[in-house]
C-alpha cells in the first residue's frame, strides 16, 4: 500500500500549529470581500447597531455578518440556515469571520433588519466586481460575422443609459433579497444530530451486518462457509411445517 499518495494522520500533533492564514491564497476572491467590508462606513449607509451599547451581553459586529452576506451573494449562497452550516466547515468562511459562527436567525434578523442598508452595499460591490474582472462574460454570436467597433455599448454612457442600467441593478438586487427570504421560509427544520448518536451510528456501521454476511454465504459457499446464516438467535433453526399430501380419487 506505498504506492498510494498517502494523507496526513489526522491524530498528529505538531510543535508550530498553521495558521488559518496559511489555509487562503493570497489571490482568493474572499480576501476581496473582506477588504472592501472593513473599508464601508456602515453607519453612514444606515446600518442598526454600529455603535456597541454600554450594558447587556455584546451582539457580533455588523460587519461580520455583512461579509458573510456579501461571501454568500459571490458563491450564490441563499439560505440563512446554509450559511450558518458553511460558516462552520467552510474555511473561507471561517477566515472572514474569524472563527464566528453566528446562528441561523442572527443572520436572519440582520437581514430583516438591514435590508435598505444591505441593497447599498450590493450596489457597492457589483461595481467593485465588473471593476476587477470578478464577474464572467459569455460571448454569444448571432451569425459568423464579427465586427470590432470601437464606440460600443459597455464604452459609451450617457445619463439615461446610467440610470437605465443602476435600475437594472437595484431590481436583480431586490430580487436576490426576495430569494433570500423565501429560501428562509421554505428550508425545513432538520435536527441537528449530537456527538453521542453520531458516534453510536458510526459504531453500528463498524460492527457485522447481517446482510454482509448473507452475501459472503453466498459468494464463499464453495470454500467451506458455514450452511446457514441466523441473524436472532444462535440456536433457532428454520421450522418445516408438513404438507398434507393429496389423494387422488
Not at 6 to 15: A, D, F, K, M, P
Request: proline content about 4%.
Amino acid at each position: 500500500m506505498k504506492r498510494f499518495i498517502e494523507g496526513e494522520n489526522r491524530s498528529q500533533s505538531t510543535l508550530f500549529p498553521e495558521q488559518l492564514d496559511d489555509y487562503i491564497a493570497e489571490d482568493n476572491a474572499v480576501r476581496v470581500v473582506d477588504a472592501f467590508v472593513n473599508k464601508l462606513d456602515l453607519k453612514q449607509l444606515g446600518f442598526n447597531r454600529v455603535e456597541p451599547s454600554a450594558t447587556g451581553r455584546p451582539g457580533y459586529q455588523p460587519a461580520t455578518i455583512l461579509k458573510i452576506y456579501v461571501y454568500g451573494y459571490l458563491n450564490r449562497l441563499q439560505s440563512s440556515r446554509r450559511l450558518e452550516r458553511e460558516s462552520h466547515r467552510n474555511v473561507e468562511l471561517i477566515w472572514l469571520t474569524g472563527r464566528l459562527m453566528p446562528d441561523f436567525k442572527t443572520i436572519a434578523d440582520f437581514r430583516k433588519d438591514n435590508k435598505q442598508a444591505i441593497r447599498r452595499v450590493c450596489v457597492e460591490f457589483v461595481g467593485l466586481c465588473r471593476e476587477l474582472n470578478l464577474f464572467s462574460a459569455t460571448l454569444v454570436a448571432i451569425d459568423g460575422s464579427k465586427f470590432k467597433a470601437v464606440n460600443s455599448r459597455d464604452k459609451n454612457f450617457a445619463r439615461k443609459s446610467v440610470k437605465r442600467r443602476l435600475q437594472k441593478t437595484q431590481a436583480n438586487i431586490d430580487r436576490y433579497l426576495a430569494k433570500l427570504d423565501t429560501a428562509d421560509r421554505e428550508a425545513p427544520e432538520i435536527r441537528e444530530v449530537t456527538a453521542a448518536e453520531l458516534k453510536q451510528k458510526t459504531s453500528s456501521m463498524e460492527a457485522p451486518c447481517a446482510p454482509r454476511q448473507i452475501i459472503s454465504l453466498l459468494t464463499d459457499g464453495a470454500r467451506g462457509a458455514p450452511y446457514n446464516i441466523y441473524t436472532t438467535l444462535p440456536r433457532s433453526r428454520k421450522t418445516l411445517h408438513p404438507v398434507a399430501k393429496k389423494h387422488k380419487l
